[in-house]
């Protein structure tokens, strides 16, 4: 047996030692068990002192356990038990729809981590409640599928947020303002704050603010005093190559995203994806008037609603491939207006397509808009069925999908009516205040990639506020910030142009400084001719001596140069497609000039900035932006959408449209009649204020006129009365009807080129950055073949300055300037807080 040596006799021994011997000795390490433990951290308390009373060994920080689940005994829940609870959630409260198989996955999440307490407890309606709220947020659509991958994906997410069956709210539960997951504080940063100390990070958002529809905004509760001064930070230009792509899901009533990559050269099915899209966007907005919604009980009043004289009448769609053995019968068609191989007028929806006969049509309203091959328009009439059809053999087979036997016969024609931009995002305007909401529609949806309109308008709205409004009642005689300068067809090889540019920059760099226009948008053709089409260098030689003239232009007004965003958007006769095109429709949307013809400008501002010590990386200083055509102009978000657009579409409709009976025929036909039957009628219907062809007719706000009687009914066939008398058509200028005509037609069909491919083509994947649903606030439409207008319709405020240079003045220049605070709309008069107006200057 080895004995033991008590631990006590080594330091005795030691301690007998000589000096010498102890020093030439090295000190053995330590035991582990005696080793000393891992000091505090040196910033978390003071050192010792003997004046202070502090210990020489500092309390360790306290460090915050990690929240332990409590245990759950999971049950078997069957769905038809939970069937009650998430029809009253989901259903009734968020207007989802529940399949089968989320109603399972539902049951089988809730008996899992809620147990038998899912109902005594009201955990169930918690978990409910979580996911149709995160649904809703993420754009999910109306019906709830168990199989996707949205459903996965929010379950997951809230079973880590999830301890003993109940949603923690917290740092490490989820967020009661957003329903989004915060990311995992560290352990030292959680003691500092439980001693009172500033953690070294802050707590940041997940990413998934995507599904918010918050993935390019950056928003801030209180921004900083310097991004306050400058509402230039707040402005995003989205191309046309750039913007979403979402096509209408009519199954589910909701807008889809498109993942798939768009492509210059698609296949052939994506030409009639186009049209089946374009077609049901606007088939859904008809569906959401009022002169198209059915009742249970129509039927039995209609009797009744005839002799009152009430002007609440429903109209039904027919399809085309029902028109099949009902001859002689009255119907109202919604297709567009084809050609088909044997040069017969037809009409085409998406079940087929019949010859169409319009000799004997009118427009309802009278004159107030253009029909032309291309566009989905309103036909009521009557089917007279033949043997055989009309071209048979060239115009497709007979039956369903192909051209149907017999034609249609027209009778009366209009456009389908326009929806307000309040009611498609079924979000308030400034009449309903900031907290109001009209319901429904398609307000979580990011239609640019800038925010949702019910994610981020109520913020929006507030700096908005702070930095439009306030300023603007503070100081009413300033200008202000809030201002759009819009500069029409600018032809840089006429000396001319550059003179009236001049001058009209001259006259806003006089304006106090904080005051001057926060853009400027420039618009082609920057030449008249199609100068690169001529072959060799030399074309492309001339095209970029115009842009370095506009250079040394704009280098003479620095101070512009720093303080706004020049934005660029080119003609049919710029680079590089016209190359080859010569001048012709180009296909759209078209992409910018080239950054080889406009190197010299860029160079310019960076001078600019660099001279006023401003950076353009940091968000300071002017910059100049060369985008698509068209183009978006998104200022606070989703709040203000400006649509940038050049091109002659008065004189293309001129060319293209459809001849209906002339006025003057109309008046004949109505003055052989007696006054009582001087009303037109469709399809059996009331009067035409009532017309869905024509429903709630509204003045358009001129800047030229007054504003006029909003409460004043239209006349049948369009007329409306005017601003102190009734006046008709005949008696108001040309150019306001012109304008009247023009706007009227593209917002009502939604589509910047409604026209056939032939005559103005059109890329198929990016088709989507053509429309104009939902209405944007504003519509810039450059179009030098009409008068120079300023028109608000149905909210939608379109501008038109037309040519920089007057036609038949000389030394008169022309431009556009669109105010969004304190806007001078009709005579003066403001509407909505912004509106724009035609300006002219001599040079």
């Known amino acids: 047996m080895m004995p033991l040596q008590s631990p006590q006799k080594s330091p005795r021994k030691n301690q007998h030692q000589s000096p010498e011997k102890g020093a030439k000795r090295a000190k053995p390490p330590p035991p582990p068990f005696f080793a000393p433990k891992n000091a ?23 460090q915050a356990p990690a929240p332990a689940k409590a245990a759950v005994l999971p049950i078997i829940l ?26 399972q996955e539902l049951a089988s999440f809730i008996g899992r981590h809620c147990g038998s307490g899912w109902r005594e407890e009201g955990l169930a309606e918690k978990v409910l409640e979580e996911v149709s709220r995160t649904w809703k947020n993420r754009n999910g659509g109306v019906i709830v599928e168990g199989t996707s991958p949205e459903l996965k994906d929010i379950l997951k997410n809230l079973e880590g947020s999830m301890s003993g069956g109940k949603i923690m709210s917290g740092p490490r539960g989820l967020s009661r303002q957003n329903s989004l997951i915060l990311e995992l504080i560290e352990d030292s940063n959680h ?11 802050t707590l940041t958002r997940d990413d998934s603010q995507t599904s918010f529809g918050m993935s390019s905004v950056d928003i801030d509760e209180e921004p900083e005093e310097e991004e306050l001064q400058d509402i230039r930070r707040w402005i995003k230009v989205i191309s046309a190559f750039e913007q979403p792509r979402y096509t209408y899901n009519v199954a589910k009533k909701h807008f889809e995203k498109i993942a798939s990559k768009p492509s210059l050269l698609p296949p052939a099915s994506h030409k009639t994806e186009a049209f089946r899209n374009r077609y049901n966007v606007i088939h859904q907005r008809l569906l959401r008037n009022e002169a198209f919604q059915t009742s249970a009980v129509t039927s039995a009043r209609t009797s009744a609603l005839r002799r009152s004289g009430s002007a609440m009448q429903s109209h039904k769609i027919t ?51 253009w029909f032309t091959p291309g566009m989905i328009v309103l036909i009521d009439g009557v089917y007279e069925e033949e043997e055989e059809s009309i071209g048979k053999g060239l115009s497709g087979s007979s039956g369903v999908g192909g051209t149907i ?59 908005e506020q702070r930095l439009l409004w306030q300023p603007a009642l503070a100081d009413p005689d300033s200008p202000g910030r809030g201002r759009v300068v819009i500069v029409g067809e600018l032809n840089l090889d006429q000396p001319r142009s550059l003179q009236a540019l001049k001058k009209i920059l001259s006259l806003y760099a006089t304006d106090p400084e904080g005051s001057t226009p926060m853009t400027f948008v420039l618009t082609g053709n920057f030449a008249t001719h199609a100068v690169m089409a001529r072959g060799g260098s030399g074309g492309s030689i001339e095209y970029k001596e115009f842009f370095d003239a506009l250079a040394s232009t704009l280098a003479d007004f620095p101070m512009l140069l720093t303080t706004a965003t020049f934005v660029f958007v080119p003609g049919d006769n710029d680079g590089w497609i016209s190359a080859f095109s010569g001048g012709a429709a180009v296909p759209l949307p078209r992409k910018p000039v080239p950054d080889l013809f406009t190197s010299r400008i860029k160079r310019i501002f960076a001078a600019a900035n ?17 985008t698509t055509n068209p183009s978006r102009l998104s200022l606070f978000g989703p709040n203000h959408e400006i649509v940038l657009f050049r091109d002659d579409v008065s004189a293309r409709l001129r060319r293209a449209s459809v001849r209906l009976k002339s006025k003057a025929t109309i008046g004949t036909a109505e003055d052989s009649q007696p006054p009582q039957a001087e009303d037109v009628t469709m399809s059996g219907a009331n009067p035409a204020p009532s017309s869905p062809l024509a429903p709630n007719l ?7 006129t007054a504003q006029p009687r909003h409460n004043t009914p239209p006349r049948p066939g369009g007329r409306r009365d005017g601003n102190e008398e009734p006046t008709t058509t005949a008696t108001l200028p040309y150019d306001v009807l012109a304008a009247r005509k023009l706007v009227k037609t593209l917002l009502d069909q939604g589509y910047l080129a409604p026209f056939r491919q032939a005559v103005r083509p059109v890329h198929w994947d990016h088709a989507g950055a053509l429309h104009l649903y939902p209405l944007p606030t504003a519509l810039v439409l450059v179009d030098a073949t009409a008068p120079p207008f300023c028109v608000t319709y149905e909210g939608c405020h379109v501008m038109n300055p037309g040519g920089v240079l007057v036609a038949g003045r000389r030394g008169v220049a022309r431009w556009v300037e669109y105010a969004l ?23």
């Open 698 to 704: 509204e003045a358009m706000d001129l800047d030229d």
């Open 40 to 62: 505090a951290p040196s910033s978390a308390i003071p050192s010792s002192s003997p004046a202070f009373a502090t210990p020489a060994h500092p309390l360790r920080p306290f």
């Open 78 to 103: 069957p769905p038809a038990t939970l069937r009650p609870l998430a029809f009253r959630t989901f259903t009734k409260k968020h207007s989802l729809t529940l399949t089968s198989s989320a109603l």
């Open 191 to 201: 003691s500092k704050t439980r001693l009172g100390l500033r953690p070294t990070t």
């Open 405 to 463: 036997g017999g034609r249609f016969q027209g009778f009366f024609i209009g456009q389908p009516p326009c929806e307000k931009r309040r009611a498609t995002l079924g979000v308030s305007g400034l009449e309903g205040g900031a907290d109001h909401t009209i319901g429904g529609g398609f307000g979580w949806i990011d239609f640019l990639g800038v925010g949702s309109a019910r994610a981020v308008g109520p913020r929006m709205q507030k700096i």
């Open 319 to 369: 399809a085309i491939a029902n028109l099949l053995g009902r001859h002689g019968t009255n119907h109202m068609l919604l297709g567009m207006l084809v050609i088909l191989p044997t040069g017969n007028l037809a009409i085409s929806d998406l079940t087929g397509t019949i010859t169409l006969d319009l000799s004997h049509a009118v427009a309802i309203p009278e004159d107030s808009a």
């Open 821 to 843: 605070v304190g806007g001078a709309g009709a005579g003066g008069s403001v509407g909505a807080g912004r509106g724009g107006r035609v300006r002219e200057c001599t040079f």
């Open 610 to 626: 660099a001279e006023a010590g401003l950076s353009a990386t940091e968000g300071k200083g002017g910059e100049a932006i060369w």
